[in-house]
């Protein structure tokens, strides 16, 4: 039984792989310049390594193990000198407001559903203005591991930490998203 090998086409690669890699990125660097640049140095990337392309894959997976390693240089070129730098932060550590901050302050009952979706929408745009107030290490993996739920041996993986530097990562950025939120969303 001969399996029929994949074939690359990268004129069409624009039109049929931009959009995916594109949202596969942008779930992972928040930047929208950025994650375009990344789409592009993949295409790039692809159209010189084809002659490594081997068939066995279909083109996307190809395309999308390109991109992955891109993502992962470009956090490995930031971190390299940020990252003496990120340790040093101090975090938000006040015994007081410790708990489960958020279900103390959310209203018991909506009686209104406009009122709700209102309040829902100013939610996010606050929760995402933190989320990008994060190192963009923290950012990226808080973002995959509770926004994407991703599991944690395939965050680890693919950024290449330990697992437990991962948790170290996700309780920083809880850390300060939750100052964020009081901050900003939880003011009287």
């Given at each position: 039984?001969s399996?029929?090998?994949?074939?690359?086409?990268?004129?069409?690669?624009?039109?049929?792989?931009?959009?995916?890699?594109?949202?596969?990125?942008?779930?992972?660097?928040?930047n929208?310049?950025?994650?375009?640049?990344?789409?592009?140095?993949?295409?790039?990337?692809?159209l010189?390594?084809?002659?490594?392309?081997?068939?066995?894959?279909?083109?996307?997976?190809?395309?999308?193990?390109?991109?992955?390693?891109?993502?992962?240089?470009?956090?490995?070129?930031?971190?390299?000198?940020?990252?003496?730098?990120?340790?040093?932060?101090?975090?938000?550590?006040?015994?007081?407001?410790?708990?489960?901050?958020?279900?103390?302050?959310?209203?018991?009952?909506?009686?209104?559903e406009?009122?709700?979706?209102?309040?829902?929408?100013?939610l996010?745009?606050?929760l995402?203005?933190?989320?990008?107030g994060?190192?963009?290490?923290?950012?990226?993996?808080?973002?995959?591991?509770?926004?994407?739920?991703?599991?944690?041996?395939d965050?680890?993986?693919?950024?290449?930490?330990?697992s437990?530097n991962?948790?170290?990562?996700?309780?920083?950025?809880?850390t300060?998203?939750?100052?964020?939120?009081?901050?900003?969303?939880f003011?009287?």
């Amino acid at each position: 039984m001969s399996k029929e090998k994949h074939q690359l086409s990268p004129d069409k690669w624009v039109k049929l792989h931009a959009d995916y890699l594109y949202n596969f990125t942008i779930g992972r660097i928040n930047n929208h310049d950025l994650a375009k640049d990344l789409v592009q140095d993949t295409f790039f990337a692809g159209l010189k390594a084809m002659d490594n392309f081997q068939g066995l894959a279909s083109e996307r997976t190809w395309l999308v193990a390109i991109l992955k390693r891109k993502i992962i240089d470009y956090y490995r070129k930031i971190n390299s000198t940020k990252g003496k730098a990120e340790v040093k932060m101090n975090f938000y550590a006040d015994g007081e407001r410790e708990g489960d901050w958020i279900e103390e302050r959310v209203p018991s009952s909506w009686n209104n559903e406009i009122e709700k979706n209102i309040e829902n929408e100013e939610l996010s745009v606050v929760l995402e203005k933190c989320i990008n107030g994060l190192p963009e290490k923290y950012a990226m993996v808080f973002r995959m591991k509770t926004i994407e739920q991703l599991e944690t041996d395939d965050i680890c993986k693919e950024l290449e930490i330990t697992s437990s530097n991962l948790w170290v990562i996700i309780h920083r950025a809880r850390t300060q998203l939750r100052k964020c939120m009081e901050d900003n969303w939880f003011k009287n």
